[in-house]
């Protein structure tokens, strides 16, 4: 979308349309969700905008990729209706939702890797016997009460398995690992609700190896979405400019 654009001059919601390889109809629809001003109407009633109804369209397009449909929606309503501050405010929340991802990101990261010295320096560690371990063996190893273990069970950090003459709690190969890495990120200030998708997506992954993986691509989505707000940023100044 050009720069210096004229309040003046009537354009169609094909024109709007075609340069974003957007339909007409969602032109029209985005009009009626308040993410652009009002249209003009012909004397016949067709509807009528304007150059800053591109720059408008330009803004809100901008902005989804960084901060999302229902953001941008609400940032580009709050600037029509003429509360600035309120659409200030609605992009500061998306900044802090990614600086908080960021650190959850970091936390993740650092928990692997901590795992990973404590491997190199004590081997069998990580790994629980052929038959798996106990609550109070692993408890002992992390440092931590049964109870503990038991709380990160309802929360669905661990799922051991039950012992069918006893009853009581096994923890395989896996399990042990997502209690070390619950422990890990329990240190670093994560709150259960927190560390339960982080395990998810461990166990999705098929360990802790094929995860890096994950975390990089995260770290690009991460990355992707800063970049964006930029762009984001940008186009909304020059929407804001138009506006006067």
């Given at each position: 979308?050009?720069r210096?654009?004229?309040?003046?001059g009537?354009?169609?919601p094909?024109?709007?349309?075609?340069?974003?390889?957007?339909?007409?109809?969602?032109?029209?629809?985005?009009?009626?969700?308040?993410i652009?001003?009002?249209?003009?109407?012909?004397?016949?009633?067709y509807?009528?905008?304007?150059?800053?109804?591109a720059?408008?369209?330009?803004?809100?397009?901008?902005?989804?990729?960084g901060?999302?449909?229902?953001?941008?929606?609400?940032?580009?309503?709050?600037?029509?209706q003429?509360?600035?501050?309120?659409?200030?405010?609605?992009?500061?929340?998306?900044?802090?939702?990614?600086?908080?991802?960021?650190?959850?990101?970091?936390?993740?990261?650092?928990?692997?890797?901590?795992?990973?010295?404590?491997?190199?320096?004590e081997?069998?560690?990580?790994?629980?016997?052929?038959?798996?371990?106990f609550?109070?063996?692993?408890?002992?190893?992390?440092?931590?009460?049964?109870?503990?273990?038991?709380?990160?069970?309802?929360?669905?950090?661990?799922?051991?398995r039950?012992?069918?003459?006893?009853?009581?709690?096994?923890y395989?190969?896996?399990?042990?690992?997502d209690?070390r890495?619950?422990?890990q990120?329990?240190?670093?200030?994560?709150?259960?609700?927190?560390?339960?998708?982080?395990?998810?997506?461990?166990?999705?992954?098929?360990?802790?190896?094929?995860?890096?993986?994950?975390?990089?691509?995260?770290?690009?989505?991460?990355?992707?979405?800063?970049?964006?707000?930029?762009?984001?940023?940008a186009?909304?100044?020059?929407?804001?400019?138009?506006?006067?």
């Amino acid at each position: 979308m050009g720069r210096n654009l004229q309040s003046g001059g009537r354009l169609r919601p094909i024109d709007l349309a075609r340069g974003h390889g957007l339909s007409t109809q969602a032109v029209r629809n985005y009009e009626e969700a308040g993410i652009l001003p009002a249209a003009g109407r012909t004397s016949h009633g067709y509807r009528t905008y304007t150059p800053l109804h591109a720059q408008a369209l330009a803004a809100f397009l901008a902005l989804v990729p960084g901060h999302g449909h229902r953001t941008a929606t609400s940032v580009m309503r709050a600037v029509n209706q003429g509360s600035v501050d309120e659409a200030f405010r609605l992009i500061d929340e998306s900044h802090a939702q990614l600086l908080e991802d960021r650190l959850t990101l970091r936390a993740v990261e650092n928990a692997l890797r901590d795992l990973e010295s404590a491997d190199a320096s004590e081997p069998d560690a990580a790994v629980s016997g052929p038959g798996g371990t106990f609550i109070g063996p692993l408890a002992g190893r992390l440092g931590i009460r049964p109870a503990t273990l038991r709380a990160w069970e309802r929360a669905g950090l661990v799922r051991p398995r039950r012992d069918r003459l006893t009853g009581y709690r096994v923890y395989e190969e896996a399990d042990v690992r997502d209690a070390r890495l619950a422990h890990q990120l329990r240190r670093g200030g994560y709150l259960l609700e927190q560390i339960a998708p982080l395990i998810t997506q461990v166990r999705a992954a098929g360990g802790l190896e094929p995860l890096e993986a994950a975390l990089s691509d995260w770290q690009g989505r991460l990355s992707a979405r800063g970049r964006a707000m930029l762009t984001g940023a940008a186009e909304l100044e020059a929407y804001l400019r138009e506006r006067g």
